[in-house]
């Protein structure tokens, strides 16, 4: 079964959607922040859109099928928090309309934003 997941997931990499092109723009070759991702990627019995295995971020592209198939999306997130990975789902709207927020979002759960030091007393400057 390894081998053909394998298989399909180059398929799905060698085909993607308009979204996941678009998103790959962004992703590929360190751009975020030099975060390394991969697409199409095997991960257990099934293939994520992107991930990133140095922060445990995988990323999802969602058309319309998915609000259908709400409970298998569930079922595979739990199996991957159980793996210790974070999931980020976005709608292929999301991406589309608003590339720039979307990866703020990827960023932020990736490297998150560091808080300000605190001042003295608790006063603000």
């Not at 998150?112 to 603000?124: D, M």
Request: aromatic share 8%; glycine share 8%.
């Amino acid at each position: 079964m390894k081998n053909k997941l394998g298989l399909f997931a180059r398929k799905l990499r060698n085909n993607p959607t308009e979204v996941e092109k678009k998103m790959w723009i962004y992703l590929q070759r360190k751009q975020l922040d030099g975060l390394k991702f991969r697409r199409q990627q095997p991960i257990g019995r099934y293939i994520v859109d992107f991930v990133n295995f140095e922060k445990r971020i995988i990323v999802e592209v969602d058309g319309g099928q998915h609000a259908l198939n709400k409970r298998q999306d569930e079922e595979r997130d739990a199996c991957f928090r159980n793996q210790d990975f974070k999931v980020l789902r976005f709608w292929d709207n999301e991406v589309l309309e608003n590339p720039e927020g979307v990866m703020g979002i990827i960023r932020n759960a990736c490297v998150p934003p560091s808080l300000s030091p605190p001042t003295r007393g608790g006063e603000s400057k």
